[in-house]
């Protein structure tokens, strides 16, 4: 459906598309966040009235309102297209406006409200995936605004997470239609599922990047405190999705371990590195134990053994109370002459009934008496885990008394490795490090995503080039010598994969480390990646910890 809008400034009229669906209902949830976050703007910049204006046919129509005693507009109240309003404006150029005093601007002077005088203004547009408009997100204000870089950069992410919500939104009308039209067979399921997983990872990635930047540079608490929420809620959603996936993958045979060498100590750094925030936040007292492990190095499939390890403390994280104990011991065993690799998580938790523990490794054992328990997510990670063990021709076992704990033993067969691995074992990652002297050329199409990366990086000290596909990337190794390497897998005009085989042919960078960024955790998709030439695989959203990692790993 078209509209026109009018240009103030241009003085002319612009055709638009807005969503032939104008009727279509917000979740309750999106809805909730909305108003929480336009009441925070409110408050944090001290102007008169938020509004998120809906566009229709003839009108601008308020959806929205902050809830502040000035506000002085009402939910439903309309303006009418054509008359060069300020939103008419954002839709019509399709980009922030900012009116930071409007009688000194001969644009803006004379531009009156049904309700008050505009001395400053400032707005974003709000669109759905498929590039119709929903509307905007405004501020109106009654005196000059006098805004600061990270007071602008929040109001930006606040409208990119509004468009995010119009994105899943819209994903989830495309899962309904999808569902219906899934055949009754393994294989249609499967590719289901990883097509679907695929859309919805999309927008959780950005969800989770501009909550991190989010976090990361606002200095207020309660903004600090909101990003991180959203952070967390994003990567929770992101653990459902892994967790789908991987019992689908597993179901029809798409998962073949590889084996490769693996320092132990290396590993179990990796994997403090994602745990111990979350043990924190929740005072958890988390403790690792290394026993006898010597040699340091063995051959076994990484990526699997580590989504069996972060399923397991994922679990003990989710069901041990605050101020609990969690210890994860890591030793060996031997089993009919075969070296074995021995994990066991053992927590002070909530424990399990019999009638539970009978459960524990099926499909959606949280129905009923564990549903109630917050982050128990849908029940399929330990079912993953029993077949991720099994998988590897190892045995998983469990002892667990209710209200007193458990404890979870993993026994998996590996061998030695010919030689120890890297000798110089990368410790816990801290907030001292800095790269000031080294250079980092980022390949990235995403804008959101490409922000965070940056963000992440510059506090680091390193200097970042950014381009947005393989192409260019390979314009700027044959000008340049970068220390490390960023490349998203999947771009435009040219993908990472590809980009990477013909530096590695052109010997682009001489033996420049090139890390892969994809939503993917696939065995077979971090396969491609490192038979394409790249030398390690990142999984979006970017955690800050394993970003660090990389960075110690192959900078250091």
Not at 372 to 381: I, S, T
């Amino acid at each position: 459906m078209k509209t026109k809008v009018y240009l103030k400034k241009e003085k002319k009229f612009v055709q638009v598309e807005i969503s032939d669906n104008i009727d279509i209902k917000l979740d309750p949830k999106i809805m909730d966040k909305w108003q929480v976050n336009i009441d925070l703007i409110a408050d944090i910049l001290g102007v008169k009235a938020v509004l998120i204006m809906q566009l229709k046919e003839t009108v601008a129509e308020v959806a929205f309102k902050s809830n502040n005693p000035s506000n002085p507009y009402k939910v439903g109240g309309r303006n009418y297209l054509g008359h060069g309003l300020t939103c008419e404006t954002v839709i019509g150029n399709d980009q922030m406006l900012i009116i930071k005093n409007a009688q000194e601007d001969e644009v803006w002077r004379d531009t009156s409200n049904a309700d008050f005088k505009m001395d400053s203004y400032m707005g974003v547009p709000l669109k759905w995936p498929d590039g119709t408009f929903y509307g905007s997100l405004c501020v109106f204000g009654d005196a000059p605004l006098t805004l600061s870089d990270s007071q602008l950069e929040m109001f930006y992410y606040v409208g990119e997470m509004f468009n995010q919500d119009l994105k899943i939104l819209s994903l989830e009308n495309r899962i309904k239609q999808l569902s219906g039209e899934v055949e009754d067979s393994e294989y249609s399921k499967s590719q289901f599922l990883r097509d679907i997983a695929t859309e919805v990872k999309t927008p959780l990635t950005t969800i989770v990047g501009l909550g991190q930047v989010g976090k990361n540079t606002s200095a207020n608490s309660v903004v600090k405190d909101y990003f991180k929420q959203v952070t967390d809620a994003g990567n929770y959603l992101l653990e459902i999705v892994n967790e789908v996936t991987d019992i689908s993958k597993i179901e029809n045979d798409f998962i073949t371990p590889k084996d490769e060498n693996v320092d132990i100590f290396e590993f179990v750094d990796e994997m403090k590195a994602l745990f111990e925030p979350r043990f924190k936040e929740r005072n958890q007292k988390f403790t690792v134990t290394i026993q006898d492990m010597n040699p340091k190095t063995y051959t076994f499939d990484k990526t699997i053994m580590k989504r069996i390890v972060f399923n397991i403390l994922e679990n003990a994280n989710s069901y041990t109370k605050e101020n609990g104990m969690i210890n994860w011991r890591i030793s060996k065993s031997t089993r009919d002459g075969e070296e074995l690799l021995v994990h066991q998580v053992t927590d002070n938790g909530t424990g399990m009934s019999p009638d539970q523990m009978e459960r524990i490794f099926k499909p959606f054992p949280n129905k009923g008496a564990m549903k109630h328990q917050l982050g128990a997510g849908v029940g399929l990670g330990l079912s993953t885990t029993y077949s991720l063990v099994k998988m590897l021709e190892g045995e998983i076992q469990v002892s667990s008394q209710l209200g007193e704990g458990s404890s979870f033993v993993i026994r998996i067969p590996v061998k030695r490795a010919d030689q120890d691995g890297l000798d110089n074992h990368v410790s816990e990652t801290g907030d001292e490090l800095f790269f000031n002297d080294k250079s980092a050329l980022l390949v990235e199409d995403n804008n959101i995503n490409a922000m965070t990366i940056k963000t992440i990086l510059a506090k680091y000290g390193l200097a970042v080039n950014w381009v947005v596909n393989g192409s260019l990337a390979i314009d700027a190794l044959e000008n340049k010598k970068y220390d490390i390497v960023l490349m998203d897998v999947d771009m435009p005009v040219m993908n990472g994969l590809e980009a990477t085989k013909l530096i590695r042919k052109r010997k682009l960078g001489g033996k420049v480390p090139i890390i892969a960024l994809s939503p993917s955790a696939f065995v077979e998709d971090v396969d491609k990646s490192i038979s394409a030439g790249m030398d390690d695989h990142l999984v979006k959203p970017i955690d800050t910890k394993q970003l660090l990692y990389i960075l110690k790993r192959y900078l250091q």
